[in-house]
């Protein structure tokens, strides 16, 4: 098989390409938008190229047709009980004696940098996008998620990798009847005219911004792998999103001035971006403005859901979830609602999902694969 290093434009072409190909008749198949995979591999675009390196490579069969490609990486900021490298953006035709290939020019490409194990598929960047393989519930893939065929998993699983941590994504019909006790609690809460709900706001971005940044930090950074976000970053964040913000639904509870609870969700890109072929040119900026306008998109997407600690258990929850429910039931189009994934390794952020009254809608897995075989695997621990 020979192996190609993904340098040129015609190499970087067909790592984008590939996978287009190789689902041309999966009709849940939505090409990622390009400018996303090849930010990854930009290094004036990725900051971790600041602490670690990368390569690409394609694989290509006697008859010099692409059979499969990977990523593979070494990131200084993943830190593991033992050095650990990463494998993404892995595609491969449905033939293990192929995978197996890939696997091990992976596996000796991390061997000679000094790893002993390997995770994927991950991302050389945050966990935000492009990590996990999909091993249940095959449709649609929200924006940033992965998306591969049912067969993925028997070609890592044969060769050895073994389920480190399952990422769980959680979802509910928007106008499926709401818990009684969630409508308990708003009725309770309503009561204290202290407290007030309100929809972001986009002409006041600063202020939601400083908001949530309240409400994150003390919610969740302390918690786990949770980190500081500044008000700088939240602000940048939100320009970023403020193209495709919706107004109705996401929401804030304040006591008095202060905030003390948010929830935060977009429409899924995807509904929009499947139609555009992974191109964002100027052309492509046009239609989805267009699309954006005239066609209504039925998937919202859930971001972070949060509460001061202060005021947790007491039914803020519920008031804010019953409060922004009945308003976007009447203001917006959206059927569906779908969190993105959480680590089965955080329980509390998974009672939170549950408690929202969701279902589990698909599933993805980080996998490990250990290069001493008589080493003991251990899953992800709980936070």
């Known amino acids: 098989m020979k192996v190609i290093n993904v340098v040129s434009k015609e190499s970087e072409a067909e790592f984008l390409n590939f996978p287009t190909r190789l689902f041309s008749k999966d009709k849940n198949f939505i090409r990622p938008l390009d400018q996303d995979i090849e930010d990854v591999f930009n290094p004036k675009k990725n900051k971790f190229f600041k602490f670690g390196t990368c ?24 830190r593991q009980s033992q050095p650990t490298g990463g494998i993404g953006f892995f595609d491969c035709i449905d ?17 000679e940098k000094g790893m002993e194990a390997m995770d994927g598929p991950i991302n050389f960047g945050e966990r935000d996008k492009f990590w996990g393989l999909l091993i249940e519930g095959f449709k649609e893939p929200l924006y940033g998620m992965n998306y591969n065929a049912p067969y993925y998993q028997t070609l890592f699983e044969n060769y050895g990798f073994q389920i480190y941590f399952d990422q769980l994504c959680f979802g509910r019909k928007i106008h499926d009847p709401v ?23 986009v002409k006041n971005l600063k202020k939601f911004a400083h908001d949530f940044t309240s409400v994150y930090n003390q919610a969740w950074a302390a918690h786990g792998e949770g980190k500081q976000f500044t008000e700088a970053q939240t602000l940048r964040l939100f320009n970023t999103l403020k193209p495709i913000i919706n107004e109705h639904i996401s929401w804030f509870v304040y006591e008095d001035e202060k905030p003390i609870a948010m929830w935060m969700n977009i429409p899924d890109l995807n509904q929009w971006f499947k139609f555009l072929n992974g191109k964002f040119g100027l052309f492509q900026k046009m239609m989805f403005l267009i699309l954006k306008k005239f066609r209504k998109n039925k998937k919202m997407v859930g971001l972070v859901f949060g509460v001061i600690p202060e005021w947790q258990r007491k039914g803020v929850d519920g008031y804010m979830i019953w409060e922004g429910t009945k308003h976007f039931r009447k203001t917006t189009d959206f059927e569906d609602y779908e969190m993105q994934w959480i680590g089965d390794f955080n329980p509390k952020m998974v009672k939170i999902a549950e408690t929202l009254e969701t279902k589990v809608t698909r599933k993805l897995a980080t996998y490990r694969f250990h290069f001493d075989e008589e080493k003991e695997f251990k899953r992800h621990p709980i936070l």
């Open 179 to 201: 818990a009684e006790n969630f409508i308990q609690m708003h009725e309770r809460i309503s009561k204290n005219k202290r407290i007030t709900a309100k929809p972001l706001q």
């Open 95 to 111: 033939d293990q004696e192929t995978a197996n290939f890939i696997f091990d020019h992976a596996k000796k490409w991390l061997q």
């Open 55 to 78: 390569e690409r490579f394609l694989f290509k069969n006697k008859e010099n047709e692409t059979v499969g490609k990977i990523a593979v990486f070494i990131n200084r900021k993943y």
